[in-house]
């Protein structure tokens, strides 16, 4: 089996990091859209953190990744078999050349006109089920299909309608997407789809940049005992995100942060309520990540960025960037 770059072994990208520490806490905040330079370590990130999950269960033969007990929206017969076994957690890598029938699942028509039958081909939504969908250079992909996987990130469950034959199955993953803004930018609209956006930048730092050629080199050298030396944080990191993961439905959030959370959100200009929502569930992801009960402003403060930097208006007369206006803001609110 080939090895992953262990996640604890990533140099710097802290704020890549921990987005992809709180979506994996709470999926439902919506995917982490990640802008950077290329060679930045973006996909090796999103595989690192796959790749240190448990295996999940699920039933034995099933293309859909169904967890054993069966799934009423499971549409294959081997779902309700009695057998069960357990796979790595998904990753998906989707080309940006991929078809709407690859990505969603097609009618096979082989066996439609061969046989009379209609059968469904799983698509890559199928096999993401329950794991990770990464997209480099998101940017450049059709805005249909950017648009479709945005809807079912946020519905869990992928409908086909082709030729009369309707089917639906859960597809519940992390979505992530890369991109350069110099190659092409992300429509607006579909942006703000995105639970959390974070930056990335080539290091500047000398010892930094040396340390990841030495680390880079030591694991193609020696993947086996590269990875066996970092074995401690791994484990150290995934008992973190189990004792979140196990946290979060008692993880409270005072009216107090709500109302902090709002009072930002109308500061900066961020347009629906999308922000907001991010807000709470990113913030109260953080604390079960933290192991604190209860959502405090330090919280908020760490997560906000992350969650609001892609959702603000241009303002021609302030030339700062958006995470200095949300940094100012935050300030502001806090010292009030």
Not at 63 to 92: D, I, L, Q, W
Not at 138 to 165: F, K, M, P, T, Y
Not at 202 to 208: G, I, K, V
Request: glycine letters at 10%; proline letters at 6%.
């Amino acid at each position: 089996m080939k090895l992953s770059f262990p996640f604890s072994a990533i140099v710097g990208q802290d704020e890549m990091k921990l987005a992809l520490l709180i979506a994996a806490i709470d999926a439902r905040i919506g995917g982490v859209m990640v802008f950077g330079d290329r060679g930045t370590g973006k996909s090796t990130a999103v595989r690192a953190l796959a790749g240190l999950l448990p295996p999940v269960p699920v039933v034995d033969g099933c293309r859909y990744n169904c967890a054993p007990g069966g799934s009423a929206t499971c549409p294959a017969p081997e779902a309700h078999r009695p057998g069960k076994a357990t796979m790595p957690v998904p990753f998906v890598d989707l080309p940006l050349g991929a078809t709407e029938d690859r990505v969603v699942g097609a009618l096979d028509l082989e066996r439609a006109l061969g046989h009379g039958e209609k059968a469904f081909e799983p698509g890559l939504l199928a096999r993401a089920n329950r794991g990770f969908l990464y997209i480099d250079e998101v940017n450049l992909l059709e805005d249909h299909i950017v648009d479709l996987l945005l809807d079912v990130a946020a519905s869990g469950e992928n409908v086909v309608e082709r030729e009369g034959l309707s089917v639906r199955h859960a597809a519940r993953f992390v979505l992530v997407g890369s991109g350069n803004p110099e190659e092409g930018e992300l429509r607006p609209q579909l942006l703000d789809r995105f639970g959390l956006s974070v930056e990335v930048r080539t290091p500047q730092d000398l010892a930094q940049r040396i340390e990841i050629l030495k680390r880079c080199d030591a694991f193609e050298r020696e993947p086996e005992r590269f990875v066996d030396g970092w074995h401690k944080a791994e484990r150290k990191t995934l008992k973190k995100i189990a004792r979140g993961r196990e946290a979060l439905p008692s993880v409270t959030v005072p009216d107090a942060v709500l109302s902090l959370a709002s009072q930002l959100c109308i500061a900066v200009g961020a347009d629906g309520l999308r922000g907001e929502l991010t807000l709470m569930r990113s913030s109260r992801a953080l604390a079960a990540l933290d192991g604190d009960d209860v959502v405090g402003p330090k919280h908020l403060a760490r997560v906000a960025p992350m969650a609001l930097r892609h959702r603000l208006r241009r303002n021609v007369l302030d030339e700062t960037g958006s995470t200095v206006r949300i940094e100012r803001a935050v300030a502001e609110l806090l010292a009030a």
